[in-house]
């Protein structure tokens, strides 16, 4: 499909505004909705496109249009710096941090992230509720806010963020996100899902609450 | 466009360039203590760095206890030939384990020893497993822990936005110059810093295994402010790329598939490597397919396949055995592994691999073999810097990551490029954050300095103003072929003379490209601009060439089929001039007794041998192209 639109830019029409760099579904650059359906165009084969009909192409949808297939997604730049970074608890004796090969599987499925934006763009609450932006970030962040709050060594706290600032709690569960993700992460199962039950552990689990009470003071 | 629609900015570093090593550099200048702005031309976190696969070489020693900067530091030397800044390598080397566990402190997650450390991968050419990676996407893995430690640090970004020209006071840094893109608006950046990141200029060939950033650009900028260049005429080669289809063309094939089993066959269906064994691998390199094939089973106690010698040396087999009219179609030969595992198997080894081709190619390599060829993978020549300091010779000018020059030598091993971003990433951004803050600010904009940015505004709107002209994707294409077919694998006399000739033909028509459209995100427009850094990266890299009359390394010369030791010891460096590009031949820095004495005196006999050793192939049906005999050095990604 990039080819496609690359052919149009060099012969007819030398201004189509795209966006592309490394052509090899890597830098999440070209994302689009081709035949309506939110994609990467580098990852798009026209041979798997229906045929005989003609094939449209077009900017995600949820983001303002700069021009073609060209949108602005700063929204998800802004979202993305609101998120309390990586907090390393000390190293051991020796200097040395040690984790598991099997303790951070999880979240390097969450690392493969390549910033697509592809299910921000789907996301039906980014998507239909203007009104809502502001108080939701989206399923990339919450890859993000998963990977850190899973991460063995990081001593952070972002559920205050996640039910309140980041809107977790807006999120339910389409799994669309999950669907057009290109690196295949399961935003939804793995990421959204195991951060709601924190987050309601936390704050609407009067047990838990009043456990952790003890756990904190020793 | 009047002045007024330029905005102004003001910083006391100014990072061009987002891959790792701009990011890098940027967050040291603010941890130093200077306001620091980054720039790039494309979005935030989408440089070329997270093409990345195998992994950032450091001497951690985890796999390999007995492993320590000295080994690296003489692995990296042998595979460049010797012709690395030896100080530069020496840095790299010490320096590069502080790096990565910088980054682990800053969230990184590289994949784990049992022990429960950074796991380590081999690569050619390193002699311990030395390489930490995240899987194989260790690019993606270090472009987010920086982008989001310079997020943390408050470090200014302006996204898409391109620089046009550096701008000088006296002779000194005062600035730069840019254009954004989604609005077509132009923006003044002062400052009394600039540390230019801005990558390779691989784009200039047609099969590149480069992201379409890497035009050359940092190279053109310094040139224009008055730096020098130097080693521009090594080009490195990945042997196995895609060769299509459509832009799938220079897409890498790792090692690992043949690692795996994968071997190569030529139009004839001969494993042609058997014929490209040189002199002094032989000892350790299977004669024959039987024993070949028992390699894999066993891994150890027998000779390897010939299929992972050095890349080098596949990469000039490919090429010889395409130029001798053996190839395919499009040019490349058979990456087989179909025929030679089960399709469960491969898909058990390959996951990753197999689910991009297939994506990418329509290409189901459990049933069918790849057609891979060479593609222009890295640029190891650039801006010549200092090693401590990565200073360039203009006051205020700094350079780091594949847009500088120096530490490679004359071949790049595998995981030293990831290494290279942190290590002078980080001590160009420090030194340059030392010298901005070791000047006046900027004082008011001088009457030079506004000539200047109206000069450059003109020049760059030229374009956009020209309704008939020259089409510069066409102009691409054609520069593309030229190099590709010129300034290739191997070079010969007459070739570049006719690429040099070529290129001064296409600067003249660059000069008359019309890319009429809007302001607002014009890819036309941006494009005519990168040609001109392409063609500047182009022109230098042939010139060098040229005047390298020797075989090193990665630059093989036909017709100067041996090393030479005068050329063994000169580096080749370019400036800019009023009559174009000035050459001049200065020595290289001489490795001082203590050094020499970390090369085991056996390695620096074989290290002397190898560059005077010379391989005819055995060529089945009589091309008789000649190969060099390649150093140590190997590319694994
Ligand atoms: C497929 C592939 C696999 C690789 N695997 C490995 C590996 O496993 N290990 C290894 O060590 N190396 C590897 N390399 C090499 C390594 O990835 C690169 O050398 C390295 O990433 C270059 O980084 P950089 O920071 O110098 O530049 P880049 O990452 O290229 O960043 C350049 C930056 O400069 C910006 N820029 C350029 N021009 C301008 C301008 N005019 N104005 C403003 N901004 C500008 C760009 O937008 C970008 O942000 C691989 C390369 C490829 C192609
Ligand atoms: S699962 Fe949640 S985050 Fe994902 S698309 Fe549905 S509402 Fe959005
Ligand atoms: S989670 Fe998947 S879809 Fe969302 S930005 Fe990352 S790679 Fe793209």
Known sequence: ?218 | MSEANITAHESDVLVVGAGGAGLRAAIEAAATGARTTLLCKSLLGKAHTVMAESGIAAALGNVHGEDAWQAHFRDTMLGGGSMNDWRMARLLAQEAPGRVLELEAWGAVFDRTPEGLIRQQDAGGHRYARLAHAGDRTGVEIMRTLQQRAVQLGIEVHMECSVQQLLTRGGRISGALALRRATGQFAHFRSNAVVLATGGGGRAWKVSSNSQEHTGDGVNLALQAGAALTDMEFVQFHPTCMTGPGSAQGTLVSEAVRGAGGVLRNAEGRRFMFDYIPERLRGETAPTETEADDWYATRQDRRRPPELLPADVVTRAIDAEVRAGRGFKNGGVHLDIATRRSSDEIRRLLPSTCRRFALLAGLDITREPIEVAPACHYSIGGVRVEAETAATSVPGLYAAGEVAAGVHGASRLGGNSLADLLVFGRRAGMHAALHALGTEPPAKVSAGESKDVARIVRLVEAPLGRSKGENPYLLQRELQECMQAHVGVFRTRSGLEQARDKIARLRRRAAKISAAGPRLYNPAWHLALDLESMLAFAQATTLAALAREESRGCHAREDFPAPSAEFGATSIVLRSSLEGLRMTREAVNAMPEEFRKLMVPDELKQFFEEQSTWVRTKSTSGSGAATPAAGNSKVTG
Not at chain 1, 11 to 20: F, I
Not at chain 1, 105 to 119: A, K, M, N, S, V
């Open chain 1, 1 to 218: 499909m990039l080819d496609a639109v690359r052919e149009v830019q060099a012969t007819q029409a030398g201004d189509l505004a795209v966006r592309w760099n490394c052509k090899a579904g890597k830098c999440g650059s070209c994302s689009a909705e081709v035949n309506g359906i939110p994609r990467l165009m580098c990852m798009t084969r026209l041979d798997g496109l229906p045929t005989g009909e003609p094939v449209t192409v077009g900017p995600m949808r949820s983001f303002p249009l700069i021009r073609d297939l060209v949108t602005d997604v700063s929204f998800n730049y802004e979202k993305a710096a609101g998120i309390p970074s990586f907090q390393p608890v000390p190293a051991g004796a020796d200097g040395k941090r040690r984790m598991y090969q099997e303790d951070v599987e999880r979240i390097q499925e969450f690392h493969r992230c390549i910033e697509c934006f592809l299910c921000q763009n789907t996301c039906h609450v980014v998507r239909d509720h203007a009104d809502l932006r502001p108080h939701y970030s989206g399923p990339r962040s919450f890859v993000r806010i998963a990977a850190l709050e899973m991460h063995p060594l990081d001593a952070g706290d972002r559920l205050p963020l996640l039910k309140d600032g980041a809107g977790i709690g807006l999120c339910n569960v389409t799994k669309c996100c999950t669907e057009v993700c290109p690196e295949q992460i399961r935003i939804t199962d793995n990421a959204i899902i195991p951060l709601k039950e924190r987050v309601a552990d936390r704050y609407y689990d009067p047990i838990a609450a009043f456990l952790r009470c003890f756990k904190r003071t020793p």
